[in-house]
């Protein structure tokens, strides 16, 4: 009996996400998080594998039904008044948790389970007091990052700290004092019960609007990587007196903070310190002040209105690395003596969005480590030859967004080590008699593309991988000098400024990977002679971005690239001539892709079509499009349809082509549908108000849908089940398949109704685990009180025969399928595959036997496999649930006799 393996190859069936998606709830990939830019406002981790939001939520529990029980990712928005004990305990796996609610109680073992978490956040705006109970968060052992945002925490006291918080964030509060946070978390300071005060790589405190105060002593013992108190009133200074044990990085941007704070630098031996963009500017450094921070090694001065440096600035930092003047008002950058000699360890320098309009010869003499050179929305129009001189180890220069002209001869030439420079928005022309790219490390380049000297060529380094152009509109197009560019596989393209002889472009460019292309690029896609042909055959390209101006006209269909896996198309309709486009339009045979992103394309219908070519595709993303209408085809395809289709800031149609939409989303089989906006009619323009559109569009349209839908689904369901079947082509599915087919053709060619004898009244399938209710409950009361013939796999299979064979044939010669459910049952690959098999056979048959379903205990609706017709069955009040209690079971038994009379 132990031995009744069915069909062993059914163990390697992948376990497909399935689920019921209109529900308050949407679920993504991590690594598909960017592309729904609700998920955003969490915090969620993209290296989660399976994340959900939830909005509008009322009640936790009912909302957390609908949430997929493998999601390492959660996020909750809503108003729900309490967190109600364990309630999260169906999701032991969780590893990052948002709560947007607004909550005036969490219950005690509110987080009880959750021992793999390891972010939680509480965010709710405007600040409202949240009560915590101090062993709410004591027992997350896993728990490193934990923030409140926009909660006032000022009514707790003595909240236990997770044992192994790294980062604790309290931004938006009611804070006053920093000395607070030990009321409420006594396990920061020295001298509670937990012995040692607390080690913490970071404390966000930034964005306390209150906070002004330290109180001597308050943090007594804290150990501190970074503490952030950007946007707040606190002193600098102030934080001496705290009793901090440690202090490596300090932020006090946005603060009155009005002077370099020397003394705190100098008393916490600091290395890192952000300063500026406060009301009070810094304007001038004293050089006596820099005497006191020599422990510095990053220093950031953004925004602190900085007129000049002192001179010898460098040699008072001497373990310097990283310097940011990004956003002062300096004319001139001296920072380097005249006198050669000291050497500064200075590796990033950012002087960008300063006021630059030359640079001395000996500016940047003494960096020869510079790694980093950032100077770009500057008014620089000229550099001389000499000034790189000394930056052997530059890598990265930035000279973008700068009235940039001309660049002395042999500008390049002292930087060897160049590998990524940036030109963008300069004025500068390209010149043959630049021989800039002897370069032999540069292979990132970005360049505006004027109309040069006509006749001679664009000569680019060949050596590039990443390569942006952006056209000035109007220019003559430039001839490419190299013929091929081998290592190149990220192309930018923004307006067309190329002579690219179009069919050559994959012999041009044959690593591309990456490409894309903004506005009157798009021309080039296309032939000009036959506007539909897509010309870019790109055999390696795996990422495409096509990026209209709302001007040009839209592009040919994009086709027939073998390694496409991710592809977005925005901007394409054209404001002065708006025309409205089927998706088959835009894309065609792109067999790998996995992504697809449309946003303002001007589509209208989305149908089955579309996706014949698109057989891997995962994730379908609709932003920005109105008066969608998603065909009936669909509805048909739903087992190729993609995984995760999310319908953003988009409008679905107000016509009856659309009532089909909301049931086959209550029901939808595989695929994670998410309509993001609440979606209206507006029957007649002016005189009615505007309804909900899926209630206006089912009391409004004809149904006559129904009766096509059940005709079609026996066919639908052979092919959806042949289809996963041939995918492993093993024997026993082989079997089985013939099996189904012989049990339905023996039944259109038997006798019809009346004639037929059964061997058995009910063929019960069930799991081993559910055997016990099966022999004690179900067969005294069906065999003994009720004289039913049961068939049992165990008593009554024929023993020898094909197990296949064996389920096929008693379910044939049964009247009625009972199935029995529960959450365990459902977890086991083998007890899916008879239910299964009992749907489908039971579909698939033209004239329907009965089929019931008994849960031994409530199972959560999207825990059922994935057939949208059982949910049919369940709404049509096939089933029943097994009582616990015993006054329940009469009415059970009483349900059951009635089904099988
Ligand atoms: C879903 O959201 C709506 C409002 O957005 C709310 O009225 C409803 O109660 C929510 N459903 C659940 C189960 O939380
Ligand atoms: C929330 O929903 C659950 C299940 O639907 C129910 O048992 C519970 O009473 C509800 N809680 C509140 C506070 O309404
Ligand atoms: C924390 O864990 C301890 C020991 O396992 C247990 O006694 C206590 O009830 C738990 N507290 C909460 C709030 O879950
Ligand atoms: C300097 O600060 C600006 C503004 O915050 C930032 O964008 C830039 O990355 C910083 N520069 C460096 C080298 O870190
Ligand atoms: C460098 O030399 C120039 C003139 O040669 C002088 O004006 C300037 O003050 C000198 N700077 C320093 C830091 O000595
Ligand atoms: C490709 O280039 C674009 C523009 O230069 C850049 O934004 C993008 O990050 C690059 N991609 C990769 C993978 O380097």
Redesign the pocket.
């Known amino acids: 009996m132990g031995g009744r393996l069915l069909l062993p190859g059914l163990l390697l069936f992948p376990p497909l996400i399935s689920g019921w998606t209109i529900s308050n709830c949407s679920v993504t990939e991590g690594s598909r998080l960017h592309l729904v830019s609700h998920f955003s406002l969490c915090g969620l981790d993209s290296r989660l594998p399976l994340l959900a939001v939830c909005s509008g939520v009322t009640n936790v529990t009912k909302a957390l039904e609908a949430v997929p029980q493998g999601v390492e990712g959660l996020c909750l928005r809503g108003s729900p008044p309490v967190l109600p004990a364990d309630a999260f305990s169906r999701f032991p796996g969780l590893k990052a948790l948002g709560l947007t609610l607004y909550l005036t109680q969490i219950l005690p073992g509110a987080f009880r389970g959750l021992g793999q978490l390891q972010r939680l956040s509480f965010i709710q705006l405007p600040v409202k007091d949240l009560f915590l109970p101090p062993d709410a968060l004591g027992n997350l052992s896993s728990l490193q990052y934990l923030a409140f945002s926009g909660v006032c925490l000022d009514g707790n006291s003595g909240v236990r700290l997770p044992p192994n918080l790294r980062r604790l964030s309290v931004t938006l509060s009611c804070l006053k004092d920093m000395g607070q946070l030990a009321d409420i978390f006594p396990d920061l300071v020295l001298g509670s019960s937990s012995g040692d005060a607390w080690t913490l790589e970071t404390l966000d405190l930034s964005s306390n609007r209150w906070l002004k105060m330290a109180s001597p002593g308050g943090l007594r013992g804290l150990k501190l990587g970074t503490l952030n108190l950007d946007h707040t009133k606190m002193k600098a200074a102030a934080l001496m007196g705290l009793g901090l044990r440690r202090l490596d990085a300090l932020s006090v941007t946005y603060t009155d903070t009005a002077e370099l704070p020397a003394g705190t630098v100098a008393h916490f031996e600091l290395q890192e310190l952000n300063l500026g963009q406060g009301q009070m500017r810094i304007e001038h450094i004293a050089l006596e002040a820099l005497a006191s921070c020599e422990s510095l090694k990053s220093l950031s001065l953004k925004g602190s209105g900085l007129m000049d440096l002192p001179?010898?600035f460098l040699a008072a930092l001497p373990r310097l690395r990283r310097l940011n003047l990004s956003g002062n008002k300096l004319r001139s950058a001296?920072l380097c003596?005249?006198?050669t000699g000291a050497v500064s360890g200075l590796r990033a320098l950012d002087l960008s969005s300063n006021e630059l309009r030359s640079l001395a010869p000996d500016t940047f003499s003494c960096l020869s480590h510079l790694r980093e050179l950032l100077l770009q929305t500057n008014q620089l129009v000229w550099l001389e030859g000499q000034v790189f001189q000394g930056l052997r180890r530059l890598e990265m220069l930035d000279l973008s967004n700068n009235p940039l002209e001309a660049l002395g001869k042999g500008w390049l030439a002292p930087l060897p080590a160049l590998t990524t420079l940036n030109l963008l928005k300069t004025h500068i022309v390209l010149s043959p008699a630049w021989d800039f790219w002897g370069l032999e490390s540069l292979h990132d380049l970005r360049l505006p593309l004027r109309s040069g000297p006509s006749g001679t060529a664009l000569s680019l380094p060949t050596r590039l991988t990443s390569l942006e152009l952006h056209a000035v509109p109007g220019g003559e197009l430039w001839e490419l000098a190299s013929p091929v560019f081998p290592a190149l596989q990220n192309l930018t393209l923004n307006g067309w400024g190329l002579q690219l002889g179009t069919q050559k472009v994959p012999k041009i460019f044959p690593a591309l990977r990456q490409l894309s292309l903004f506005g009157s690029s798009l021309e080039g896609l296309c032939s000009p002679d036959t506007p539909s042909v897509f010309l870019w055959q790109l055999p390696r390209l795996q990422y495409l971005r096509v990026q209209g101006d709302g001007h040009g006209p839209r592009p040919c269909c994009i086709t027939g690239l073998p390694s496409l896996q991710e592809l977005t198309l925005q901007r394409l309709l054209s404001r002065a001539q708006p025309r409205r486009v089927q998706l088959e339009e835009l894309v065609g045979e792109l067999p790998r892709l996995q992504v697809l992103h449309v946003a303002r394309t001007g589509l209208e219908t989305l149908s089955a079509v579309a996706f014949q070519g698109l057989g891997s595709l995962q994730v379908l993303v609709l932003d920005w499009e109105a008066g969608l209408v998603l065909d009936g085809s669909l509805q048909e395809h739903s087992p190729q349809m993609p995984q995760y289709v999310y319908v953003l800031r988009s409008s679905l149609a107000c016509q009856c082509a659309n009532a089909w939409v909301e049931p086959w989303l209550e029901g939808s089989p595989r695929t994670y549908v998410h309509i993001a906006s609440a979606q209206l009619c507006q029957p007649e323009a002016g005189v009615h108000p505007k309804q909900r559109l899926f209630p206006f569009l089912w009391s409004h349209c004809p149904r006559t849908l129904e009766l096509g839908l059940f005709l079609g689904s026996s066919a639908l369901l052979l092919l959806l089940l042949s289809w996963p079947l041939l995918q492993e082509a093993r024997n026993s599915w082989l079997l089985y398949l013939q099996a189904l087919f012989r049990a339905w053709l023996q039944d259109l060619r038997g006798p019809k109704g009346e004639g037929k004898r059964f061997l058995y009244d009910v063929f019960v399938s069930h799991c081993r685990q559910d055997q016990a209710w099966v022999v004690q409950e179900l067969l005294p009361a069906l065999e003994g009180r009720r004289g039913l013939r049961l068939c049992l796999p165990e008593r009554d299979f024929e023993p020898g025969k094909d197990v296949a064979d064996n389920v096929v044939e008693s379910m044939a010669n049964s009247q009625v399928t009972l199935c029995v459910l529960s959450g365990q049952a459902l977890h086991t690959p083998r007890c899916r595959l008879e239910l299964r098999l009992a749907t489908s056979l039971l579909l698939a048959a033209p004239r329907p036997p009965l089929l019931l379903l008994v849960f031994l205990e409530r199972v959560s609706r999207h825990q059922l496999p994935r057939y949208h017709r059982l949910a049919r069955l369940l709404r049509r009040g096939d089933y029943c649930v097994w009582p616990k209690e015993e006054e329940g079971k009469d009415d059970f038994w009483a349900w059951l006799g009635s089904r099988l009379e």
């Open positions: 001179p010898g001296v003596p005249n006198e």
